[in-house]
């Protein structure tokens, strides 16, 4: 009866019918039809404990500032800007695009913004420079979600905060190392992109305009409030006045002061309601869904779905390799079918636990996901970009898709390097002190305490400090303690610090956690983050 | 900028949808065109007044609602941190805070339901990209009544978790007495806002199932050079 239903409730998904019902409807099947039905009030548990806590905060925040940035004239600024700095070189115009598109982008989440507040701008301006047609589209088309892997990129906080929703028995990773694990890969895919736009420059023959101190001068003042953005946020979180939690407030009022204050971009009666309510409807969406799944993802821990799951994988996958392939190839399915906002919170829960079996670092394991999803978003036949690109350019969905296959190919370039080279993504954090999360739970042997435990560790936001972390250099766990890990299947105990026996965790250098699949149970090894201090107690003795 | 838009004075000729570029078909619902507009009033009688209080009370009332929760989640912690760092202690940084995190909530639950009015929710483009227009809107006003019976029915799970499993006894926030420290007066606003989407899903299924496609509206999946769907269906 339920396989039924869920059969009916696909049905209807595949329809249209918006996800956060498919959601609820999913959930309700499965709470009615489980093993001892579960009263569906529990959803609300779960999401009533979203009313205290920080992890949406960013989202409204960095929405209402890349749609304010995305509504004035900052692309034009930024164009100019980046024309007067780059028209020289061939295909410069072409760069000037790509760089401008993954500025924009890190700020709107790729939500679709960008296309259209850039396209009508940089297509007209390619086209007089003699840039062929398929080529200009491609080029917006392509660049349309570029700028994921950049800070302050809604998708890394959202993944951040599922990740630590999710994830059972490991230590939170935080939105900064996520960022900066993804600087090397975004600068990869820019610099692709790049010499990509300079090599079709110089075969199309395009004429490259003088450089001009004047011309540059002139374009940076006007468009000094947003190159100082970044400067700003950085200075902001370097100088300790506020945490990462509030650099979105921050965030806000400066490209409020910008736009609506001193360029005037931005009439605070007639535009500000508007540009509210639009960007207000795009964080509705996602937290409606996220809101919902919550109850899911309980329901799912509860009856050990993942653990299931990943059981029946290593059936076919026996190595960290076969599963990042196997990922990349799921993934690329889900970001043609999702957006990336519900792709993160539907999928992303299912995925954490065969992650961490496989001994994939949350922070790599985030990058490779996050590009995939940005693939998805050019890969025909559903990726999004290409029907914004078909509805804002009238073209054939065709004619579309030829254009960005060069493009989809660079990024295939760099899913590839940043799937198989580590390094790529992992190089970077080590070298500003990251400390390697090894925690490891058998994943869905965790027996919840709360509809979700992790909430109460989180207390204090994704800022909170690292825990149950091994120093690269010391060996030494850090502050709070942490859980081990051991190589799915092996039954070894690795290092760590919970007790086989009592589950409890213990002072630096103890024991580990069973492997997945060895039958023993691994209790939730979160340390509790003090709701006051927002601090991790010192590790117990 | 592109012009803000109202919704029309009762009596007043009813402006098309404003033209939101960043929704077009294909990307959150719009398989529809994202917002159908405001359509004409009704010549007189009780519908022109239910037609009145949902196209410009109601919308006004969402807006307003909206605006403020969005303004309070950006200064709340603004103020806090100047009142901080410059250590005037002006008022308790920890209640702030937490009022902070329920105004981020409610600000994503009432922007849900103003995505469920303008039809913008998330969900998969497999189908309705490839069907003829008027199929497409008749199969999205029945996918519309099914919402409204799921997104009905968790308005009263809602409901049941506000006036039965929460007591009247649980508070939100120990340390204050007044009214506004109790459990219930921080979650009632889950069945207002999940009533609230009820009723615009409501409203869109119904509309759609009693009316035709906006005329010249193709599929957007083979929509030519000249035909991208139109974005708005006018009075």
Redesign the interface.
Known sequence: MSSLLLLLVMFIAVLGTPLFIIFFLVTSVSYRFAETPIDLTNVFVSMGDLLDKPLLIPVPLFIFAGYLLARSKTPERMVRLAEALLGWLPGGLAVVGVCTMAFLTAFTGASGVTIVALGGLLYPVLRKRNYGDKFSIGLIAGSGSLGLLFFPSLPIFLFVTIYSLSAQGTAPIEPKDLFIGGLIPGILLVTLYSTYSIASGVRQKIETIPFRWAEVAKALRHGFGEVMLPVVIVGFLMSGVVSIAEIATVTVAYVFLLEVVIHRDIHPVKDLPRIMRESMMLVGAITVILSIILGMNTYLIDTEVPQKILEKMQVAIHSKATFLLALNVFLLVVGALMDIFSAIVAVLPLIIPLGQAFGVDPIHLGIVFLVNLEIGYLHPPVGMNLFIAQFHFRRTIGFITLSILPWLGLMFIALITVTWIEPVTLWLPSLMGRTKAIATAAPGTAEPETSNPLLDAMEHGSGAPATGAIDDDTGEIGPGGGTGTAAPGSGAPATGAIDDDTGEILPAGATAAPAPGSGAAAPPAVPKVDDDTGEVPASPK | ?PE??KPPAPGAAAPAA?D??????????G?EPADEGIPPPPAGGPLRVLHFLYYVVLYRIE?GI??AL?AL??LL??I??VNR?SGLNLWDG?LA??L???F??Y??????????R?V??????????HLPPRVRHK??GV?YL??VG??G??TY??Y??VF??ITPEDR?FPSVDAWWGRDRA??VG?IVALGW?TLHFAVAGVRRLLTEPPAGAVA??A???????PRAEGA
């Open positions: 900028m803000e838009t404003p939101t570029p960043d929704a077009p078909p294909g990307t959150h619902a398989h807006t909206l605006i969005l989640v950006v912690p603004l806090e941190i760092n920890m805070t937490r902070s995190y329920i981020t909530f600000t994503g639950l009432f922007g849900g339901v103003a995505a469920t303008q913008r929710h998330i969900s998969v483009d497999l189908v309705q990209p199969l999205s996918l099914i919402c799921a997104a029915y968790l799970t809602a049941r978790w039965w499993v939100f921080w979650k889950f989407m957007p999946a929509a030519g050079a000249a035909a991208a769907a």
